[in-house]
């Protein structure tokens, strides 16, 4: 294993589960459709089927230049999902554009978009969206091809309707699968595209709440799942799912500071991010390290029960958007550069994990090294630039092994030594 690579990645790490430096894109006092024409938001001004004050996101999803949300089924808004450009150059804030279009949505008819949920874009450009239904209409998953004229299609309606809360996906050889959590509901749901099924996965009396997938190079493949109304960070092996297995035994790994997780993502190097109800930040836990809850984002002051939506591009930037309902702005969207992206994309292979092995102390020899299993961290460095390198010795704070050598980072330097000799005088420097 390459010594520059493990310590990149070690120093990478802790500055993608901390702090990002966010940027405003636009920001809303007043929300507002993009009308098919003036008479027709007059009309429904009129008869009430449209109360701007009531639209509210809840789920986000970004493709090249746009982005979409889907809303909260409020009364008054007859239009739940929608997009927007991810820049502008006007300084107003764009209105939010009914998609695919104004006519496409109709609630009580089952072959259109009742109640748009859970968002997430598959590795060639569709963007999945669960519908929730309606009383008379089961819920359903479409597809919308990105690259393909938004070409929409309805994929699959399932036995149930209501009830239906966030999704992700899984690219496997063997197909594409979505897992899906319900609310109040005591299983998961699985579906197979290939096979166009889906079929229920007990949970043996847990209720989840939101849901996460890492990358793929993490294995064996873990499903995470934030349970209803609790702290609990749960997993389950994915690769029973594929088989149409009923029953999982949920194993309890984590727990947050905070209750009710409604929303979690995982980018491509294994950071989750959380947002939990009614809190004023978004948490991250770096999952290859040992359980460490850090705040990713936190706005003072704000109060909302859904307090943001959030989703990571192909270009490696985060995008929020932030939900205030005490005061203005109403809506702001905001963007950091990160350089990470969603779960579904591989990681640079110079990027990925690389066996190393950290210890709380410099104090170590050669013998420490051999046959360790575990992975122990010292408290991160974060956002250190390798601005150069050293011999000397000053501050260090993590120590790794790789198979041919010992790497010393300090918040300057990054220093390799040969485990043959360990002679500190004469270490090799990396450029």
Not at 109 to 131: F, P, Q, T, Y
Not at 395 to 400: E, I, K, L, M
Request: charged content about 15%.
């Amino acid at each position: 294993m390459n010594p520059f690579l493990c310590a990149i990645f070690l120093l990478g790490l802790s500055s993608l589960a901390s702090a990002a430096n966010f940027t405003q894109v636009f920001e809303w006092n007043n929300l507002d459709y993009e009308w098919p024409s003036d008479a027709r938001r007059a009309q429904a001004l009129e008869n009430g089927t449209f109360k701007a004050e009531n639209i509210s996101p809840l789920y986000m999803a970004v493709y090249g230049s746009r982005l979409f949300l889907s809303l909260e089924k409020n009364i008054g808004i007859p239009v739940t999902l929608v997009s927007l450009p991810t820049n502008s150059a006007s300084t107003a804030p764009p209105k939010l554009t009914p998609f695919p279009s104004f006519d496409m949505h109709g609630n009580g008819n089952c072959d259109k978009i009742e109640w748009a949920r859970g968002l997430k874009v598959d590795s060639v450009g569709r963007l999945w969206m669960l519908d929730r239904g309606s009383d008379n209409c089961q819920s359903k998953i479409w597809t919308i091809d990105l690259i393909n004229n938004d070409h929409t299609k309805l994929i699959h309606r399932f036995s149930f309707n209501d009830w239906i809360h966030d999704l992700v996906l899984e690219e496997t050889p063997n197909g594409t699968f979505a897992y899906i959590s319900r609310w109040y509901r005591t299983h998961i749901v699985v579906f197979s595209l290939e096979r166009n099924q889906s079929w229920v996965v007990d949970t043996l009396g847990i209720q989840f709440y939101s849901i996460a997938l890492p990358p793929k190079d993490q294995e064996p493949r873990q499903l995470y799942l934030g349970k209803f109304y609790s702290n609990e960070l749960y997993s389950i092996p994915v690769a029973a799912l594929h088989n149409g297995t009923l029953t999982a035994n949920p194993k309890l790994i984590r727990k947050w500071t905070a209750i009710d997780s409604y929303s979690m993502l995982m980018d491509n190097h294994g950071t989750m991010y959380a947002a939990f109800w009614s809190k004023n930040y978004i948490s991250s836990w770096n999952s290859s390290q040992p359980f460490e809850e850090q705040r990713f984002h936190e706005v003072a002051g704000l109060s909302s029960p859904w307090p943001f939506t959030f989703a990571l591009d192909q270009s490696g930037n985060f995008w929020i958007t932030v939900n205030d309902r005490s005061k203005m702005p109403r809506l702001r969207l905001l963007k950091a550069e990160v350089g990470v992206k969603s779960y579904i994309f591989e990681a640079s292979p110079a990027f990925r994990s690389p066996p190393c092995f950290l210890f709380p102390s410099p104090d170590v020899t050669a013998a420490d090294v051999t046959g360790q299993p575990s992975l122990i961290v010292r408290p991160p460095i974060l956002n250190q630039q390798l601005t150069g390198v050293g011999l000397e010795i000053d501050s260090w704070a993590t120590v790794g092994f790789v198979d041919s050598g010992i790497i010393f980072a300090s918040p300057s330097k990054l220093i390799f030594g040969m485990l043959s000799t360990l002679n500190f005088k004469n270490l090799q420097e990396l450029a």
